[in-house]
Nanobody, 123 residues
Framework: QVQLVESGGGLVQTGGSLRLSCAAS????????MGWFRQSPGKNREFVAS????????DYAESVKGRFTISRDNSKNTVALLMNSLKPEDTAVYYC????????????????WGKGILVTVSS
């Protein structure tokens, strides 16, 4: 089992920035790829970003490319999502996930999920 706890969400104005963090416990964090996803009301959960176990491979959804940056610190068992130039359409509950598969083979191959944290971008 893996426990994932997100933090850092909240309310921000359009154009602002937020940094989400996800703390992991329960298994060898450094061996697994990690990802961020989001879900808006009435929509399916969608992929936002992923990072390989070493941090050497990072992938982003087209809608956030150039604005969001995913990173990880294996010494602290954390993964972060820095979100810049936020837009109202970025408003969603953001989830941290731990992969069971290579995210480049299956972007939705998540084995464990956090409970999510709300990000609201006001216009």
């Amino acid at each position: 089992q893996v426990q994932l706890v997100e933090s850092g969400g909240g309310l921000v104005q359009t154009g602002g920035s937020l940094r989400l963090s996800c703390a992991a416990s329960g298994r060898a964090f450094a061996y697994y790829a990690m990802g961020w996803f989001r879900q808006s009301p009435g929509k399916n959960r969608e992929f936002v970003a992923s990072i390989s176990w070493s941090g050497g491979q990072r992938d982003y959804a087209e809608s956030v490319k150039g604005r969001f940056t995913i990173s990880r610190d294996n010494s602290k068992n954390t993964v972060a999502l820095l979100m810049n130039s936020l837009k109202p359409e970025d408003t969603a509950v953001y989830y941290c996930g731990s992969y069971y598969d290579d995210p480049r083979k299956n972007a939705y191959g998540i084995e464990f999920w956090g409970k999510g944290i709300l990000v609201t971008v006001s216009s």
